[in-house]
């Protein structure tokens, strides 16, 4: 079953891609307020779970095939109101690149160390939790 937002707007399903001692971050073409870099994420369709979403998403904008291993969390999103869920995956196939050229503008494999110059105000408990222990 899809989820919405209090005020009916899709959820947004992220993907959490760890691959060779790293996770997947992309640079969206038009930033919401601060938030320039982010993982591969996009709205659940009716009908789709987050899991799919969040797997539907990342090949859409980066090319990469993935496998969601399990729903880390959800929540509303700080800064941008929307409902979030996060979801660990793998890479089964392909290069990450800008899949999306209207959508995004860059990608990168980022290693732990470096994840707060990408991402300074933090990022969601759950899915730091799962990057220290994957990356840490």
């Given at each position: 079953?899809?989820?919405?937002?209090?005020?009916?707007?899709?959820?947004?399903?992220?993907?959490?891609?760890?691959?060779d001692n790293r996770?997947?971050?992309?640079?969206?073409?038009?930033?919401?307020?601060?938030?320039?870099?982010?993982?591969?994420?996009g709205k659940v369709?009716?009908?789709?779970?987050?899991?799919?979403?969040?797997?539907?998403?990342?090949?859409?904008?980066?090319?990469?095939?993935?496998?969601?291993?399990?729903?880390?969390?959800?929540?509303?999103?700080?800064?941008?109101?929307?409902?979030?869920?996060?979801?660990?995956?793998?890479?089964?196939?392909?290069?990450?690149?800008?899949?999306?050229?209207?959508?995004?503008?860059?990608?990168?494999?980022?290693?732990?160390?470096?994840?707060?110059?990408?991402?300074?105000?933090?990022?969601?408990?759950?899915?730091?939790?799962?990057?220290?222990?994957?990356?840490?």
């Amino acid at each position: 079953m899809t989820q919405q937002n209090a005020d009916d707007r899709p959820a947004v399903a992220a993907a959490i891609v760890v691959h060779d001692n790293r996770v997947l971050m992309v640079r969206r073409r038009v930033s919401e307020g601060q938030l320039s870099w982010q993982f591969p994420a996009g709205k659940v369709e009716p009908g789709e779970s987050r899991e799919n979403a969040a797997v539907r998403e990342t090949h859409e904008e980066t090319g990469l095939k993935v496998n969601a291993l399990e729903l880390l969390g959800e929540r509303i999103h700080p800064v941008t109101g929307r409902l979030m869920s996060y979801t660990a995956c793998e890479v089964v196939s392909g290069t990450a690149h800008v899949a999306d050229a209207e959508e995004l503008d860059e990608i990168a494999w980022v290693a732990h160390a470096d994840i707060p110059q990408y991402v300074p105000y933090g990022l969601f408990e759950p899915v730091q939790q799962h990057l220290d222990a994957t990356l840490g």
